[in-house]
Nanobody, 124 residues
Framework: QLQLVESGGGLVQPGGSLRLSCVAS????????IGWFRQAPGKEREGVSC????????SYADSVKGRFTISRDNAKNTVYLQMLSLKPEDTAVYYC?????????????????WGQGTQVTVSS
């Protein structure tokens, strides 16, 4: 069964960093674009970043540009989200999901097979 599992979240102080991982099982990631999303309490889920199947194309939300970096290691069937200079407003549950295509799209309903999420809390 196609499944994604996120990990790497935790509690970090403002200015700190975390690296999230999204590991696929039951299928090979290399043919698909993968997106990272987040949902803060009381807010709608929003797109954070996406990477094409080749890794040559990436996109970021304006709020994380210059601080977050998405990458993928198809040999490990894993997509990463490196987060630097974290802010309290980055606090959310972070999810990854599959785009059944090689290229990213901006609409959230274009993604499927959502993972269970990993909590990121930025607080002093």
């Amino acid at each position: 069964q196609l499944q994604l599992v996120e990990s790497g979240g935790g509690l970090v102080q403002p200015g700190g960093s975390l690296r999230l991982s999204c590991v696929a099982s039951g299928f090979t990631l290399e043919n698909y674009a993968i997106g990272w999303f987040r949902q803060a309490p009381g807010k709608e889920r929003e797109g954070v970043s996406c990477i094409s199947s080749s890794g040559r194309s990436t996109s970021y939300a304006d709020s994380v540009k210059g601080r977050f970096t998405i990458s993928r290691d198809n040999a490990k069937n894993t997509v990463y989200l490196q987060m630097l200079s974290l802010k309290p407003e980055d606090t959310a549950v972070y999810y990854c999901a599959v785009r059944r295509s090689s290229l990213c799209v901006s609409r959230i309903n274009g993604y499927s097979n959502w993972g269970q999420g990993t909590q990121v809390t930025v607080s002093s």
